[in-house]
């Protein structure tokens, strides 16, 4: 009789430990993505003035890689998150609003990510989930993941397309972001695509498809998109 309930008890441990009663949980942090045109939510078909172009824009397509999510304190990385590849799309809402698990009691004071795709990752060919090449963000095993996608018209009739990438040297395009911040559960982003498209004239550069020197320049110009709240 002793010995059939010692059974159950340790049947009922083990049972209780496959349901993850006794599994050890992290705290969750919430990110927010912020696409914006100066103060306003950008939203896909709107247009907007801008005071470089002299003209008013609309953006049909905006998306972008952000990658390599990290957590400082002090200057020493406590936490870099796993696979944090993000695909941001202004028509994909679901897609700017993100969360992941970080261990229970994590301090931080600073976070860092990249802007677009590391040239290891590039390295290691296609990947899943948002990296799948059928998230329309991939050219070729050379060139790479495309960081970031615009497209879109002016008010006059006139198309524009950046499609900013590229991994190898002397044109790889990602970079590192920094932002100080204190420990908590929400981190929001603004990405302010008027500093992109008054950074340069339509005019001299109205396209990139493929790496190399512009892609490069565009590329360090979109990096300035980003702030912390």
């Given at each position: 009789m002793g010995s059939t309930i010692k059974k159950l008890c340790l049947c009922t441990v083990l049972l209780l430990f496959s349901f993850g009663v006794f599994a050890q949980h992290g705290q969750l942090v919430r990110l927010g993505f912020r696409p914006l045109y100066a103060t306003e939510?950008?939203?896909p078909g709107k247009y907007y003035y801008s005071e470089t172009q002299k003209d008013s824009i609309s953006f049909s397509t905006f998306r972008m890689y952000l990658s390599g999510l990290c957590f400082y304190d002090k200057g020493k990385k406590v936490y870099e998150a796993p696979n944090s590849?993000?695909?941001?799309?202004?028509?994909?809402t679901a897609s700017l609003n993100r969360q992941l698990e970080i261990p229970e009691g994590l301090t931080y004071d600073e976070i860092r990510f990249l802007f677009g795709i590391d040239d290891t990752t590039n390295n290691e060919g296609i990947g899943s989930g948002d990296l799948d090449p059928s998230k329309g963000m991939y050219w070729a095993w050379q060139t790479g993941y495309i960081n970031m996608k615009l497209e879109g018209a002016t008010k006059s009739g006139k198309e524009f397309q950046f499609h900013l990438g590229g991994f190898l040297k002397p044109y790889?395009?990602?970079?590192?972001?920094?932002?100080?911040?204190?420990?908590?559960?929400l981190l929001e982003i603004n990405i302010d695509i008027e500093k992109f498209v008054n950074s340069f004239s339509f005019r001299d550069i109205p396209m990139i498809m493929s790496p190399g020197e512009k892609a490069v320049l565009l590329s360090q110009k979109a990096a300035l998109m980003f702030s912390l709240l």
């Open positions: 939510t950008l939203q590849y993000y695909l941001l799309d202004i028509n994909d790889s395009s990602f970079h590192e972001l920094r932002f100080k911040t204190a420990t908590r559960d």
